[in-house]
């Protein structure tokens, strides 16, 4: 049987099942977006959900971090992992819906206590405060957002011995393209 | 004496200190930026310099990249770094500028062969090809670019027990700030 990084259903499924059985680095991509000003940004995040058959996957943030303002204006992010064990890095472009309030409450019953800690810091993630620590954790439904990513295209590079680098899209039913690395 | 993530002058020095003496992850930082299609991009780089004294990083790469052509028409970047072990991650926004052809001349005789095998890649990085492996590497001094990254900016996080955060910026003399996490 060929290595899974030789052929491109293998490499496609490899990404996915990397992506839906994800710990270690699989578990903290980085999440690009384009700030209001223009600027690009980019910030570690945790993925809380990805599903192979729909092809989206899922973050968790603060209603009022920088990120979901930038979504609002553009909702476009790009989403990066390396995985040193599988020596592959993957990329993904993805359309972004928030959503909040009703519509994620089946969601923040399931959070955890401890990352709940996470939304709804006072003031507002990114707020100048006079010392470090002025600042106060009061875990809130109404500032709890789920970014629910639909993948558009997938970029992958397997960086072994040799290269190999594909990329997939939503727009040709994920049949995958070998592209010169 | 005081931790140094519980100070804005040792949080500052301590990200310089990390960037200049870098090893482990503070050596493949990922670089966002924006495509020419408007939608945000994230890749993994490799750090080659870092000058605390002038603020400024550096990162060789393929003149026919994509990335090239995204910093072509908006030359900003913005680089992540994740360091577990200081538990801290480094955010920079950068100014680019592309090098390339004979003001980069005294870089690449520098450059030991293995590295040079990134830069001449024919056909072109991202080029679609019928398989895997249909390419092939010709070191060319012709296709090296150094991105000259002049920092604007620093968001540095220290998720140790408390969570603390800090803005630096060129145009307030890196003086910095606590922001709310």
Known sequence: MSEWFTT???LRSQVWHLLTHRDGPALTPVLATVGRDGWPEARMVVLR????AMATVEVHTDLHSAKVASLRALPRAALQFWLPQADLQIRLTCSVDILSGAEVAGIWVKVPDPSRQSYGITPAPGTPIADSLDYRKSPDPATFA?????????????LGALHRRASFTRMTAWRGEWLSP
């Open 8 to 10: 491109l259903p293998g």
């Open 49 to 52: 959900g990805a599903d192979a």
């Open 146 to 158: 789920v970014l629910s990513c639909a993948v558009q295209s997938i970029d992958a590079v397997h």
